[in-house]
């Protein structure tokens, strides 16, 4: 697969796992903002991993989002394979990406540093 083309894959697939999440995924226990920040396609197109960032208050409240996410991988493999033209539709692996946490908290650190 060219490099061109996984790049296309991956920012289609990352449209439409996004869209799902926001629009037609009706689980009670997704109360926080979740965003897709990057997915990953394999090669072979076997497993996509999705990177979300979760949003909320608690970390009790994102592993329960993530864990509510992870219940609807197979419905949104599914409707990826509907939406998305593919020889093989690829397995969803949710993971949490915890970059932006990191990022404020640098953030919050080099304020600190000023004062």
């Known amino acids: 697969m060219a490099n061109y083309r996984g790049g296309r894959i991956n920012e289609e697939v990352k449209k439409e796992v996004s869209n799902l999440i926001q629009n037609e995924v009706k689980d009670p226990r997704l109360t926080a903002m979740i965003s897709v ?7 072979d197109l076997s497993y996509a991993k999705v990177y979300v960032s979760i949003f909320s208050n608690s970390k009790e409240e994102k592993e329960e989002n993530l864990k509510a996410l992870k219940g609807a991988s197979g419905f949104i493999r599914r409707e990826v394979g509907r939406r998305v033209k593919l020889r093989a539709v690829p397995q969803i692996i949710f993971e949490l990406d915890e970059s932006i946490d990191y990022g404020m908290k640098i953030d919050e650190l080099i304020e600190r540093s000023k004062k």
């Open 37 to 43: 920040t990057d997915v990953e396609v394999t090669r």
